[in-house]
């Protein structure tokens, strides 16, 4: 049997509210409007019929009353039950009228007429007749019976609703057959003329705009309404889109060509950049690293040089050797500070060196810095004199390392440009300054390198202080060089507060100048004093004690062994951190000084292993001996175990000043920091190694530094706070957190810590908290921090 297909026009009709959305919902309105209109007219219709049907009831009733009542009274008192029962058909006979029943105590059942009353009465409402008898002798009146009279409510609500019906269809029949006409109207009036339009615009969208707008079949008036008035904007929208993608074709073109030049500009640009800041950064991590190999293998053999010097000053030796051995000792000493000269190079580039003052005799220096060059000069055949004027002041306080190396550089350039005649140092005083309450006594000195040589044209003097630059090319290729060193040495001079400068005459000589003020030492000599008195400032212990020495250089492990037995200690050594453990594992040690870079097993990892595994050594005091000593790694040192961190080249001073640190509170610190109170601001072990690894100068320099950096960061994450940035807001509580870190203000940098936290999860409240508790902690953790330098340093 074939399957039943539907109708196309069922199916047209089905698919009508897809197709004419518009058109449904207008006749589902109009056919919802017309149904409830039609049933509000069917019940008020209703209604009206029910109450004519009550008053009709209700006649009739009173028709029963005032007709039938009496001839029941006369029946009843005769006792005719024929009569009786010809009344009450008469009654049953009325319209609606159900059943009539009658009670009497004339005869022994009541009389019912018509059909059997329904259970419960239901539909049938009973209305009772009392039929009372005043007998002619005047007695009272007699009650004959009740006579009740039940109407057929069924039949009268069967009437109602069928009237009702009957209404309502016909006016919903009436209803559907106008919105359908109204529909097809509709439809060919308006509905498909909007279908039209909407296909047009989708064409436009689609940019066809080959053909204009046209209604097909649609009636003509004689004047255009508001179909016509909508078809001629789409048609003058598609002139005008014709237009303007004419216009834009043509801008497009000359876009794409200056876009392909500007491209290929920009190709070549970026490639350009590209490879100047790979060659940059790759540049930057070789100083780096250079920096960094400079530190540690320069250190290592001048830690050797250096401690076998201390060693041998320790014997007997004459005046002649002595001379020779302290010229040796300050040759070492002023290597080491070219080396911290070097490492500092980069800050010096970045504007953050900071000289390391001291206390020095300034002819000691004079004479220690000329009598390094005087074989060089004796090699070219030319003189080399220094003179100092009476008045200056020789106890000075300034950075000798810093003075050294000017004054180096500037002989070593006057020797190589001359070839006959001599160079000349000489020191004179410009002024004197009275000491203030905080200010102590200053001299203004004037430093200057005569020579006789080549040299230099006026139109060059502004440009050797540049890097990289020399008067002539030929003067590179003749006298060789680099042009870094007068660079190096201005910008010294700067960070010193002076000032430099040249006077020349071309194939007559130079003479390089530069003006330092410096403070006088005498000035100073109740600070040194008081430094000199403070406890622990040179403490040898008064006590032998049990060494281990952890180190796996030779040259090192003498120096140390004789340096450490000469002062009466016992001393043990390990060559690599294996022998180490083993040795820390079954003996006991007052102290053990571990070298950082070990092969195999690394000096962290040794202080780590120790301290975790128990034994007798758990809590022995552990020191660093290492040439790593930026602050960064002193921190690591510490958080591994380590109580201090004494720097290489070996001083015994700084050695044993350490020592008594760590015996005065020799408990170690645990690998993992414990939680940090709202009272704790500052690490003060990692500071105090600080002190000792880096030196006074440097520390200073740190701190100010970390200031200058709190102040910028906090005001920017104000305003990336305000701005709602927690990315930017993350980035720099990161940096600032870390800074924090490195100087040991653990407080500060556990809020930062939560901050960065919070920015990363955009927890704004949490943020203004952290914010908030910043503005107090910032202040704070600074005075602590310099309170500490008072403290330790003077």
Same mark, same amino acid.
């Given at each position: ?139 009272? +009146? ?249 008045? #200056? #002041? ?138 000199? +008195? ?32 000469? +002062? ?26 571990? +070298? ?199």
């Amino acid at each position: 049997m074939d399957q039943f297909k539907p109708s196309p026009y069922v199916t047209k009709a089905f698919n009508y509210k897809q197709e004419h959305p518009l058109a449904y919902r207008i006749l589902k309105s109009f056919l919802l409007f017309g149904v409830a209109l039609s049933l509000v007219s069917a019940t008020a219709q209703v209604y009206l019929d029910y109450l004519k049907e009550r008053s009709s009831l209700e006649s009739r009733l009173s028709l029963i009353e005032s007709a039938y009542v009496d001839g029941l009274k006369k029946s009843l008192w005769d006792m005719d039950q024929e009569q009786v029962h010809l009344q009450l058909q008469g009654i049953l006979n009325f319209p609606d009228i159900h059943t009539v029943s009658l009670a009497t105590d004339f005869w022994p059942e009541d009389i019912v007429l018509g059909e059997p009353l329904p259970a419960g009465d239901q539909g049938a409402e009973a209305v009772k007749f009392h039929i009372g008898y005043a007998p002619p002798t005047g007695e009272s +009146d007699r009650l004959l019976g009740v006579l009740t009279v039940y109407n057929d409510q069924k039949a009268i609500r069967l009437r109602l609703a069928s009237s009702a019906l009957e209404i309502f269809t016909s006016q919903t029949l009436l209803i559907l057959i106008i919105g359908l006409t109204l529909l097809v109207i509709f439809h060919f009036q308006v509905t498909r003329h909007l279908e039209s339009m909407a296909r047009y615009t989708r064409r436009i969208e689609a940019g066809l705009l080959d053909q204009p707008l046209e209604l097909v079949s649609k009636w003509r008036y004689e004047s255009p309404d508001e179909l016509d008035e909508v078809v001629s904007a789409l048609n003058d929208m598609r002139l005008a889109i014709i237009e303007e993608n004419r216009r834009r074709d043509e801008a497009e073109e000359a876009l794409v060509y200056n876009r392909d030049q500007l491209k290929e500009l920009v190709h070549r640009r970026t490639q350009s950049l590209l490879s100047a800041k790979d060659a940059a950064e790759s540049a930057n991590r070789a100083k780096s690293q250079f920096l960094a190999t400079m530190s540690h293998e320069i250190r290592t053999p001048l830690n050797g040089i250096l401690g076998m010097v201390e060693l041998l000053g320790r014997s007997a030796l004459t005046e002649d050797q002595r001379h020779k051995l302290d010229t040796i000792c300050g040759s070492g000493e002023a290597l080491l500070e070219i080396l911290n000269g070097l490492l500092d190079y980069a800050r010096l580039e970045e504007g953050a060196f900071s000289p390391q003052v001291s206390e020095f005799s300034l002819s000691e220096l004079v004479e220690s810095t000329c009598h390094l060059f005087f074989a060089q000069a004796e090699e070219r055949g030319i003189s080399l004199e220094r003179a100092i004027d009476g008045e #200056v #002041v020789d106890t000075c306080y300034a950075s000798v390392g810093g003075l050294r190396q000017i004054l180096s550089n500037l002989i070593a350039n006057a020797i190589r440009f001359t070839e006959e005649g001599g160079v000349s140092v000489r020191v004179r005083q410009l002024g004197l300054s009275d000491a203030g309450e905080e200010n102590p006594a200053k001299q203004a000195l004037r430093f200057e390198v005569q020579d006789t040589g080549i040299g230099i044209p006026e139109s060059h003097r502004e440009r050797i202080f540049e890097r990289f630059t020399q008067a002539d090319e030929s003067i590179t290729r003749r006298y060789g060089g680099t042009g870094l060193g007068l660079a190096i040495t201005r910008k010294l001079v700067l960070a010193m507060g002076g000032t430099i400068g040249v006077d020349s005459t071309e194939g007559e000589g130079s003479c390089f100048w530069f003006e330092i003020p410096m403070a006088i030492g005498g000035a100073l000599a109740i600070a040194a004093d008081q430094v000199a +008195d403070k406890p622990g400032a040179d403490p040898r212990p008064n006590a032998t004690l049990r060494i281990l020495l952890v180190e796996d250089m030779p040259i090192n492990q003498q120096v140390s062994i004789g340096l450490l037995s000469d +002062d009466g200690h016992d001393v043990e050594l390990a060559t690599d951190g294996l022998q180490a453990l083993e040795l820390a594992g079954v003996e006991s040690y007052d102290l053990i000084l571990l +070298d950082v870079h070990l092969p195999g097993l690394s000096g962290i990892e040794v202080a780590k292993r120790i301290r975790s595994n128990p034994g007798a050594n758990r809590h022995t005091p552990i020191i660093a001996l290492t040439a790593s000593v930026q602050p960064q790694e002193v921190r690591l040192y510490l958080e591994s175990g380590m109580n201090g961190v004494v720097p290489k080249p070996l001083k015994m001073s700084v050695l044993y000043e350490s020592i008594a640190q760590c015996l005065d509170g020799a408990v170690a610190p645990a690998p993992v920091e414990p939680p940090v109170d709202a009272e704790t601001l500052l690490d003060a072990d990692l500071f105090k190694a600080h002190i000792s690894a880096l030196g006074e100068q440097r520390l200073r320099t740190l701190v100010s530094v970390f200031q200058k950096n709190s102040e910028e960061h906090y005001e920017q994450l104000r305003q990336r706070i305000e701005q709602a940035d927690f990315y930017e807001v993350a980035e720099l509580a990161h940096r600032l957190a870390g800074d924090a870190d490195t100087l040991g203000a653990k407080a500060m940098a556990r809020v930062l810590r939560a901050m960065e936290q919070d920015a990363g999860q955009e927890l704004a409240d949490s943020v203004a908290v952290n914010f908030d508790r910043l503005r107090q902690l910032i202040p704070d953790s600074l005075a602590e921090l310099e309170r500490q330098l008072k403290m330790q340093i003077g």
